[in-house]
């Protein structure tokens, strides 16, 4: 069973910063992405960032600049800086890979840590 534990969410005020970590534990044979995603209230998923396993990276449009996205062996960190109020939501992290060998691709998601940028 794959396991991701994120730490890190918080209240921080606008143009502040705050640091996501995310840890996988459990069965992983291997691992292709590592992602952030978020949630607003009332709006779906969206993909924040993803790193592969040649650490190339991609962001979205509305972080590019502000947020860094990195990864040291089974953990992944997104480093979030100028904040904005509509960076509020609540931040997943996301893992897909092969729990072993000759395995499919699967998804594995985080609770989820919450993120509200408000003076």
């Known amino acids: 069973q794959v396991r991701l534990v994120e730490s890190g969410g918080g209240l921080v005020q606008p143009g502040g910063s705050l640091k996501l970590s995310c840890a996988a534990s459990g069965s992983i044979y291997r691992i292709n992405t590592m992602a952030w995603y978020r949630q607003a209230p009332g709006k779906e998923r969206e993909l924040v960032s993803v790193i592969a396993r040649d650490d190339s990276t991609n962001y979205a449009d509305s972080v590019k600049g502000r947020f860094t996205i990195s990864r040291d062996n089974r953990a992944v960190s997104l480093q979030m800086n100028s904040l904005k109020p509509e960076d509020t939501g609540v931040y997943y992290c996301?893992?897909?890979?092969?729990?072993?060998?000759?395995?499919?691709?699967?998804?594995?998601w985080g609770q989820g840590t919450q993120v509200t940028v408000s003076s």
């Open positions: 996301n893992i897909r890979g092969q729990r072993w060998f000759g395995d499919y691709t699967s998804d594995y």
